[in-house]
């Protein structure tokens, strides 16, 4: 089974930064897509960046300048560093792996809190 492992979330004050981490676990012979999402309480779950096998990344508008997605592919592991942030950032924070294993997947890790606040 593959399963995805975050970690790095927390409350830091508006300014601040963090770095999330995401580890892709199991038997996994390609991947298409890795990426991050947040969903705040009441509101729908958005994309917040991606990142491509071949590297190629994409960003929502809102942290665009601040947000950078990054990949060790041959750990299976993406990173988001956070930079800037802003109490608007403040949500559940989930990532996401567009996979094949013996079959495609599209798997989700648990989600982790962000909280920016002062």
């Known amino acids: 089974q593959v399963q995805l492992v975050e970690s790095g979330g927390g409350l830091v004050q508006p300014g601040g930064s963090l770095r999330l981490s995401c580890a892709a676990s199991g038997i996994i012979f390609i991947v298409y897509g890795m990426g991050w999402y947040r969903q705040a309480p009441g509101k729908q779950r958005e994309l917040v960046a991606a990142?491509?096998?071949?590297?190629?990344?994409n960003y929502a508008d809102s942290v665009k300048g601040r947000f950078t997605i990054s990949r060790d592919n041959a750990k299976n592991t993406v990173y988001l560093q956070m930079n800037s942030l802003k109490p608007e950032d403040t949500a559940v924070y989930y990532c996401?792996?567009?996979?094949?294993?013996?079959?495609?997947?599209?798997?989700w890790g648990q989600g982790i809190q962000v909280t920016v606040s002062s």
């Open positions: 996401n792996a567009d996979l094949r294993s013996s079959s495609r997947l599209n798997v």
């Open positions: 990142i491509t096998g071949g590297g190629i990344t």
